[in-house]
């Protein structure tokens, strides 16, 4: 008896017959739309034909049934070499025209390729085994790196681009990135080995010299070793892990299709239900097998369960942020060696920070460096010693901060101490002799004293200062930032705080149960020294979601202040939007009947964030109520001058349900149309501004990017 189980555009077979027919019946028997050729018309020239292949593959793994689980994944591993090669594109500063389509192409084709290969292994591994770790990397990945190093040395030359072009570095360059090279890839490489080996026959000592060089000879060394194993058959992909019985891959399938259908679905709309949909999917295959369910997890996690806020401070802004000088005048007044001590000291400390790599939680030094300046006069037996002192000092204190609270351990100091002897006084000019002699001998040990004297002021006040600091610190975050979300429901379900030896990163994912998250932001969108915040559109969405519109009627005032109440919430302040002046042909106030299924959206793509409103309009004066009705709206958003400038672009306006009359439709959509446009007007936004410090002056930052690309909108502070 054969059990089927159908979906939306899907079918499949719970018991297949003959052998395991891998992805055949679970994916789509039509490739995703917004991965043919069409799609990405812009990435012309040497991208055509990266263009043509993905397409050409991707359509391939779909709807060619012929393929063995063998077939399956070798199409599968062709596609992550494109996948590689477009990651590696981005990176180019000569692809910067086409930076946005290669983020595009690369962010669908790697959560659409991952999704395949997390179904290929459910349906035929039981435990799947780790990756075994490269001892040295293959010879393809040697040569990258040494054609890098050499690139990075000669570019450092005036006449460097001259031997870049008399090597084909930039072709070598294309062409050993790709781990199936074509025939006009090897021909390139074998040009460029010859160019090598052949370099006594230029005639000119110097420039052989040159081609000696190390960097020279790892590129020739390394294309000798690739080029011995390249361009031969690829051998069949093993599989990566112990077998999957029948039986219960039987049991997995038609939670399988369900989970790919409700994943197209959502890469499609965004949708609230297909987010549900999947996760029910994946709590099915959770009770039929655990290790499938983990493997799924694990697979899926970096493109629709990860992170969808991340945010990327650099050390140089948070070393701005910190940074702050102090200069403290005080006297002197002791007795140090049995001398009585007077004078006056003037310390000048300064405030840094020193980031430090750790994966448990950000950790980073906060440094205070500085110089005590002392001019002192001691007095002992009718002598007195005047000296000058020099004192460099340094303080490091150990800051932890998980992502609730900030832990610090006591600051270390070190100082080094210099004293000189400026004048000795006395009545006699024996006296003076001795006196000088014994101040001499007697300088390193008022050296030591010193050092311990101002290691003994400046760890305390050092100490309490930062520990006050960061205690306030981790108040404020409680307050103002996991409480607000916590009110909201929108507490963090993962988050990871990590930082480098130059960046502290805090990522957070706002998901709450039967929901999807984020993938990976835009690579494409760094700073050396500033801020980045990547907010991805499910984190929007899940917030949308927890202000239960779904069903509703709300007059458009009732809307605002339902939004103004959020943002106050999360603000922790109160918050309103500006009030618009009313237009003449204002026809009244605004009644929405929300949809009950995701009653508002928001997309990111192609440098625009579209709102999309479901929802039909109640209207008064006998007049008919107007059904629910999609609204699109797209708002481009870019950097104008001394804005940030959110333009609306054409608003669409289309039935949910298909309506009887095309007239009626037409003049109900002009309707909706006028009423939901006349309060989103375009915006320019002021994108500089201050950013306050306690007891110092505040630092200005500026926005200074803007990307609105493949689910993300990304944004640069610097």
Not at 558 to 582: I, M, N, P, Q, Y
Not at 655 to 667: E, G
Request: aromatic share 4%.
């Amino acid at each position: 008896m054969v059990l089927a189980l159908s979906v939306p555009d899907v079918s499949a077979q719970a018991k297949p017959s003959g052998p395991n027919p891998g992805l055949v019946g679970l994916l789509p028997d039509e490739a995703p739309y917004d991965l043919n050729e069409e799609s990405f018309e812009a990435l012309t020239g040497k991208w055509a034909p990266v263009r043509t292949k993905v397409s050409s593959l991707v359509e391939k793994l779909h709807s060619d049934k012929s393929l063995d689980v063998v077939g399956q994944r070798r199409v599968i591993e062709e596609l992550k070499e494109q996948i590689r090669l477009i990651r590696g594109g981005i990176q180019q500063p000569n692809n910067k025209p086409v930076v946005r389509e290669l983020v595009t192409l690369h962010g669908r084709l790697a959560r659409r390729v991952g999704l395949a290969e997390a179904l290929l292994d459910a349906v035929t591994i039981s435990t799947k085994s780790a990756k075994p770790k490269a001892a040295a990397g293959t010879p393809r990945e040697k040569l990258v790196g040494s054609v890098m190093v050499l690139n990075t040395y000669l570019k450092s030359f005036d006449t460097g681009a001259t031997w870049i072009d008399f090597l084909s570095l930039n072709e070598v360059a294309v062409a050993v990135q790709k781990k199936a090279p074509a025939k006009r890839d090897l021909d390139t490489l074998r040009a460029a080995l010859k160019t090598l080996q052949t370099k006594d026959n230029l005639g000119n000592a110097a420039q052989i010299k040159f081609l000696q060089e190390p960097q020279f000879e790892a590129v020739e060394t390394g294309l000798a070793a690739y080029l011995a194993v390249a361009g031969k058959p690829m051998a069949a992909p093993k599989s990566p892990g112990k077998p999957l019985d029948d039986k219960t891959r039987s049991a997995l399938r038609p939670h399988l299709v369900t989970l790919a259908a409700a994943i197209a679905s959502y890469e499609e709309t965004a949708s609230r239900t297909a987010a549900t949909r999947a996760r029910k999917a994946l709590m099915a295959i959770q009770g039929i097998s655990r290790s499938q369910y983990e493997q799924l997890g694990e697979a899926l996690r970096p493109h629709y369960l990860g992170y969808n806020l991340r945010v990327v401070a650099s050390e140089q802004l948070l070393a701005r942020y910190v940074a702050q000088t102090r200069v403290e005048k005080k006297p002197v007044r002791d007795v140090i060696l049995e001398a009585q001590v007077s004078g006056d000291s003037t310390t000048t400390a300064r405030v840094g920070i020193d980031l430090l790599p750790s994966q448990q939680g950000a950790r980073f030094n906060m440094v205070l460096e500085g110089k005590t300046i002392t001019d002192t006069r001691a007095d002992k037996k009718g002598a007195s010693i005047f000296t000058h002192g020099e004192h460099t000092f340094s303080a490091t204190k150990l800051v932890h901060f998980d992502g609730d609270r900030f832990t610090t351990k006591p600051a270390e100091v070190a100082v080094d101490a210099n004293n000189t002897i400026v004048d000795v006084a006395a009545k006699s000019s024996l006296v003076r002799r001795i006196a000088r002699k014994k101040a001499i001998k007697l300088t390193p040990r008022s050296e030591q004293i010193a050092a311990q004297k101002v290691a003994a002021d400046v760890a305390p006040e050092f100490n309490g200062e930062v520990d006050k600091q960061f205690k306030q610190a981790t108040a404020d975050l409680a307050k103002h930032v996991n409480g607000p979300l916590d009110e909201l429901k929108l507490a963090p379900a993962g988050r990871s705080v990590t930082s480098t030896d130059t960046e502290l990163r805090v990522s957070r994912q706002l998901m709450g149960s039967g929901k999807l998250a984020g993938g990976m932001p835009n690579p494409a969108v760094v700073s050396k020294k500033g801020l980045v915040v990547h907010l991805h559109e499910s984190a929007i969405n899940n917030a949308l979601d927890r202000m239960n519109l779904a069903g509703k009627t709300m007059t458009e005032d009732d809307v605002k202040a339902e939004f103004e109440k959020t943002v106050s919430t999360f603000l922790g302040r109160e918050f309103h939007f500006k009030s618009e002046a009313k237009t003449s042909d204002d026809s009244g106030p605004t009644t929405l009947m929300f949809a009950a299924d995701d009653p508002i959206r928001v997309r990111i793509a192609e440098g625009q964030l579209k709102l999309i409103i479901r929802a039909g309009l109640k209207q008064g004066g006998g007049k008919e109520d107007i059904p629910a009705q999609v609204v699109t709206m797209p708002f481009d958003v870019r950097i104008a001058g001394e804005n940030v400038a959110v333009a609306r672009g054409s608003v669409k306006v289309s039935a949910v349900s298909r309506p009887k009359s095309r007239a009626k439709q037409i003049v109900r959509a002009g309707v909706v149309r006028k009423k939901l446009t006349a309060a989103l007007k375009n915006r320019m936004i002021d994108r500089h501004f201050n950013v306050t410090r306690e007891g110092a002056d505040p630092i200005n930052l500026s926005v200074t990017r803007v990307e609105a690309n493949d689910g993300w909108l990304s944004i640069v502070f610097e």
